[in-house]
């Protein structure tokens, strides 16, 4: 662990038991603490000791397509020290390498660099969720499946996760904000985190208004596919009422019936005759369907 002590960024990704403990005695946590930093559901706040700075802030999973759409959040933990970052995450996704982290001045700069990067990668995944969204509307026009609406439900679910976990994000900069100046944040640095906390709010923003507009779509595109579903059933029920009298007429006239009424004529033109007459019943009954459907339901809206 040589070069370990002395790194001045360290990185924990899904920590062992073994590393837990040496976090536990090396960064003088309590093991709530760090149970805290590593639970998913946990809330971002913000922790004061003479020896370091505690920040457990929320940042978005990256995306899951396979069978259904999910958008989450996880936490993440970040001791600032003099000499020393420790950056804790609870999955093996390492947040660096974005030109965010380009040209770094401190070890605080990287702090609020990396709260940065997890600003844009909010910012990306609601691009994202637009892109779906609009594509899931062109479906549900014409489906009366739920595959879809299931789909648009994981959206707004995943939508609802980040507006909570960027609120909560918000309190954090403001917390950070009160106590810059006392724990040795720069002037060029407090600039930065005023930066931050502009576009987490308009990321917030930009995360409730797409949860107002997905709530009404969901509502809306349930009714289309109740609809679509309800003038499949009357189409089938025309197709139904249509081959009802036709069912008759050949059970009225039977193979044996036709044959004898028939008998000494010419087979395929009295066949071809009662053919004929099947279309025209049938067309008749479906057009006759049809207008008396829609005269019904012109009398609907008069009313």
Not at 107 to 119: E, G, M, S, V, W
Not at 240 to 246: A, K, S, Y
Not at 284 to 301: A, E, H, M, N, S
């Amino acid at each position: 662990m040589k070069d370990a002590d002395d790194a001045s960024i360290l990185v924990y990704a899904e920590p062992s038991d073994e590393e837990k403990q040496e976090l536990l005695q090396t960064l003088n946590l309590d093991k709530l603490t760090l149970e805290s930093v590593l639970d998913p559901d946990e809330v971002p706040r913000v922790e004061v000791s003479p020896d370091w700075l505690l920040i457990i802030w929320k940042r978005p999973d990256n995306c899951s397509f396979q069978e259904q759409l999910k958008f989450e959040v996880s936490s993440i933990g970040i001791v600032v020290q003099p000499s020393r970052v420790t950056v804790i995450l609870a999955e093996k996704t390492v947040p660096f390498g974005d030109k965010e982290f380009q040209r770094l001045t401190s070890l605080k700069d990287l702090t609020l660099r990396l709260l940065l990067q997890t600003i844009h990668h909010y910012l990306g995944h609601l691009k994202a969720i637009k892109s779906i969204s609009r594509d899931l509307q062109s479906k549900l026009s014409t489906s009366m499946e739920n595959k879809y609406l299931l789909q648009m439900f994981s959206l707004g679910e995943g939508l609802v996760y980040y507006h909570n976990a960027l609120e909560s994000n918000a309190t954090v900069l403001a917390k950070i904000r009160g106590i810059a100046e006392r724990t040795g944040f720069s002037k060029e640095e407090i600039e930065l985190l005023d930066d931050l906390t502009i576009e987490n709010q308009q990321a917030c923003k930009q995360a409730s208004i797409y949860t107002t507009v997905l709530s009404g779509l969901m509502d809306a595109r349930g009714t289309i596919i109740s609809n679509n579903m309800n003038v499949l059933l009357k189409n089938l029920t025309l197709i139904n009422v249509v081959f009802l009298p036709l069912n008759l007429v050949a059970g009225i006239l039977g193979m044996s019936e036709f044959s004898m009424m028939t008998q000494g004529g010419n087979w395929i033109i009295s066949y071809g005759s009662f053919l004929l007459s099947m279309v025209f019943m049938g067309l008749f009954t479906w057009f006759w369907l049809i207008r008396v459907i829609d005269k019904g339901q012109t009398r609907i809206k008069k009313g």
